[in-house]
């Protein structure tokens, strides 16, 4: 059998993973989304939610991965063999390739504006918040740039998935990862220095208990396990590549506590800004490439720190779209026996169509809908509101209820050895089996009904 290829270090396969798990969701969606549900009381619960929730379900995602020591489909056949759980396999492999065709699009998005960045289309001269989003929208209706965008965006994630787990995924993440920590400080220090930023943090710090709602709450898991990566199968396949020495509970707090810490960087470095302009923080998806242009073009060393932004952006962007890829790379590597750059290319080509698809449906596509929504809104709520809950749900009931206790505890706490993983192994499992699977369904059922 072909051997099979591992990170190097802990400290790479915490990067890779936390590469995973920072990206636009951090940058782009959640402070919109702080923004939509009202500010610090958004921020509190979602907080709670992270390391109440979903991080044992990231636990759950990494036990099965790291014990199966195989792909998402074929880590459901060791574990539970000649049984139905092979399905979850398939639901994990499509999943993450219907999310990679429109996280691609963004993707080009944000190619698009770090050129704008670069050639100081933002802050050349003054634009009016009209002008910009009309600028975007025109942009995004379009039918070429776009693409090209989505096609290089998606071009790039295959090269450095062909490259390999070691030469390709690892080093770029031990690379990119502490880059984009510091280009987002560096941004947020920008913005909390400007004069009247301090009721941008008011906004994010200080809860209006009387906010926090049923919908605030299914939003915030929603996000959690977006930002998480969990339930596409992606966290189960970069722990099969961890060493049996690493400490899952160790590497799993690592890699909420950094995801959670960009995401409250990102705030900083948006609302405060966005107050001191006078601008709503509730402007929704578009307040990162509508608002922020304008911003930029108003605030002194705007140029700057526009291009230092979209890099962060697209590097961001960058690791989270190679880990969706490669769920369906090591599938087809390990269960089909085709090559990596085979395997890169056939997921590369699907993605890319449906993504064109994606793409067009803000322009030429706009009129055909799909149970009222575009084809981009449809995917983006189905995978988020839906198929993700779905295999959140599945994996929880999966290592709760079907692999046993001892095993799943065996893995833990590397056969015992772990006192530390030992010790929070009971609570952890409690919300494993019962707590989690409770939150999901009414989370599914309250989004069905919303
Ligand atoms: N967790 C990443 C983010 O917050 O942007 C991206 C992501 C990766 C989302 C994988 C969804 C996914 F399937």
Redesign the pocket.
């Known amino acids: 059998m072909m051997k099979r290829e591992n990170f190097g270090s802990q400290f790479g396969a915490i990067m890779a993973m936390t590469g995973?798990?920072?990206?636009?969701?951090?940058l782009w969606?959640f402070p919109y989304m702080v923004g939509v549900y009202g500010g610090a009381a958004f921020v509190l619960v979602y907080i709670v939610v992270v390391f109440l929730l979903c991080l044992p379900i990231l636990n759950a995602e990494m036990i099965v991965g790291r014990r199966s020591q195989t792909n998402a489909f074929g880590a459901f056949k060791v574990l539970a063999p000649g049984t139905g759980w092979k399905w979850v396999g398939v639901l994990m492999i499509f999943?993450?390739l219907v999310?990679l065709s429109y996280?691609s699009v963004i993707g080009g998005w944000s190619l698009e504006y770090l050129y704008k960045a670069v050639s100081l289309d933002f802050t050349a001269s003054a634009h009016t918040r009209a002008e910009l989003d009309s600028i975007f929208s025109g942009f995004i209706s379009s039918v070429w740039a776009p693409i090209i965008g989505h096609t290089v965006f998606l071009g790039v994630t295959a090269l450095i998935v062909v490259l390999g787990v070691k030469q390709g995924i690892e080093k770029f993440g031990k690379l990119m990862m502490p880059l984009l920590f510091l280009l987002v400080i560096l941004i947020a220090v920008r913005s909390a220095t400007l004069p009247g930023a301090g009721e941008g943090f008011a906004y994010l710090f200080k809860p209006d208990f009387s906010k926090i709602t049923p919908a605030v709450c299914a939003a915030a898991l929603g996000q959690g396990f977006?930002?998480?990566?969990v339930g596409?199968g992606?966290m189960l396949t970069y722990s099969s590549y961890m060493s049996r020495k690493d400490s899952i509970g160790r590497s799993s707090l690592l890699i909420a506590v950094s995801d959670t810490m960009f995401a409250l960087i990102a705030s900083c470095a948006i609302m405060p800004a966005v107050f001191a302009f006078g601008l709503s923080p509730e402007a929704g998806p578009s307040l990162l490439f509508e608002v922020l242009p304008f911003i930029f073009s108003q605030m002194p060393l705007g140029g700057v720190v526009s291009i230092v932004f979209f890099v962060a952006l697209l590097v961001?962007a960058l690791t989270?779209s190679v880990?969706?890829l490669e769920v369906g790379v090591a599938y087809l590597v390990e269960e089909k026996h085709i090559s990596r750059k085979r395997a890169a290319l056939v997921i590369f080509l699907g993605t890319w169509l449906l993504g064109i698809l994606c793409s067009l449906s803000f322009g030429p596509l706009s009129g055909v809908k799909i149970f009222g929504d575009i084809l981009f809104d449809f995917l983006d709520m189905f995978t988020s509101n839906f198929l993700m809950t779905l295999g959140a749900l599945l994996i929880v009931i999966f290592v709760g209820w079907k692999m046993g206790r001892p095993d799943v505890r065996d893995e833990f706490t590397n056969g015992g050895t772990l006192s530390g993983s030992g010790r929070v192994f009971g609570p952890m499992f409690f919300v494993i089996r019962y707590l989690a699977p409770v939150a999901i369904l009414v989370i599914m059922v309250s989004n069905i009904f919303a």
């Not at 995973?20 to 951090?26: D, K, P, Q, Y």
């Not at 977006?226 to 990566?229: H, N, R």
């Open positions: 995973s798990a920072v990206g636009l969701g951090n969606r999943t993450p999310v996280y977006f930002s998480l990566s596409f992606i961001a989270s880990s969706i």
